[in-house]
C-alpha cells in the first residue's frame, strides 16, 4: 500500500537553529512530493512542491527540500528558524498512478522557542 | 481572489443525525477534493470530482458517507447515520486540472463533533 511516513511527532527546537522534518515514502515509482503548513485554525498552505528536474527544490519563507529516489525520501530543511515557523508541517504524496489524490504522513509539529 | 470556502466552520450534532457539509471551490477550478483529518493524523483522501462526476470515490469509509457536485461547482459531503468516530475535521480542495500537475488549493475545514 502507498505510504508516507513522518517519523517525528514533534520537533523542538531554539530560534534561529536550523531544523530538518523527516519524509518517506512507500514506493519509488514516479511520484510528486509536496510540503505543506498548517498553521493554527488555518487550512493547508503549500511550502513547496518536486514535480521533475533538480532534486533541491526551494520553498516559501525560507525552506527547501531534497529528493532522493534511491531513499524514498524528502526531507524539509531550514538553516534559521523563526518563532513564526511553529506549526504543523505534512508531508504528501501523489503517485502517478494515484490519480488525483493526494497521501499525507501524520504531521510533524514544529515547535520554536526563544 | 477568494479562497476555498467551507460552511459551516464548526458542526455539533448527535449520534445518529444527518449532516451536510458544503464547499465553495476557487471560481474556475474543475476539480474538487475532500478529505478527513482527524485528531493527531494527517488529512485522508476521501473523494475527488471532475467536473460534476466523481472520479474516484475509493477514500469513502462506507455508504453513510456520500457527496454531490450537481453543477461542477459547489460540493455537498453528506453523512447518514452519525458516529462518534466521524468526527474530525473535514477539509475541502479545489484545482484547475491542465497536465499532469496540478496544485491543490485548500480550505480551512469544518469541524465536525459527533456527540
Known amino acids: 500500500a502507498q505510504s508516507v511516513t513522518q517519523l517525528d511527532s514533534q520537533v523542538p527546537v531554539f530560534e534561529e537553529a536550523p531544523v530538518e522534518l523527516r519524509c518517506n515514502y512507500s514506493s519509488s515509482v514516479s511520484v510528486y512530493l509536496f510540503w505543506y503548513v498548517q498553521y493554527p485554525n488555518q487550512g493547508l498552505q503549500l511550502l513547496l512542491k518536486y514535480l521533475s528536474g533538480s532534486t533541491l527544490v526551494k520553498g516559501i519563507n525560507g525552506f527547501e527540500a531534497e529528493f532522493n529516489k534511491s531513499q524514498t525520501s524528502f526531507h524539509l530543511r531550514k538553516p534559521s528558524v523563526h518563532i513564526s515557523d511553529t506549526a504543523e508541517y505534512f508531508c504528501a504524496v501523489r503517485w502517478e498512478t494515484g490519480f488525483q489524490k493526494l497521501v499525507f504522513g501524520t504531521g510533524t509539529r514544529l515547535l520554536v522557542s526563544p | 481572489g477568494a479562497g476555498v470556502s467551507q460552511t459551516p466552520s464548526n458542526k455539533v450534532t448527535e449520534k445518529g443525525k444527518y449532516v451536510e457539509l458544503r464547499c465553495d471551490p476557487i471560481?474556475?477550478?474543475?476539480?474538487l477534493y475532500w478529505y478527513r483529518q482527524s485528531l493527531g493524523q494527517g488529512p485522508e483522501f476521501l473523494i475527488y470530482?471532475?467536473?460534476?462526476?466523481?472520479?474516484?470515490d475509493s477514500g469513502l469509509p462506507n455508504d453513510r458517507f456520500f457527496a454531490v457536485r450537481p453543477e461542477g461547482s459547489v460540493s455537498t459531503l453528506k453523512i447518514q447515520r452519525t458516529e462518534r468516530g466521524d468526527s474530525a475535521v473535514y477539509l475541502c480542495a479545489s484545482s484547475y486540472n491542465r497536465g499532469s500537475y496540478n496544485e491543490q488549493f485548500f480550505g480551512p475545514g469544518t469541524r465536525l463533533t459527533v456527540l
Open positions: 471560481s474556475g477550478h474543475t476539480a
Open positions: 470530482f471532475q467536473g460534476t462526476g466523481a472520479a474516484d
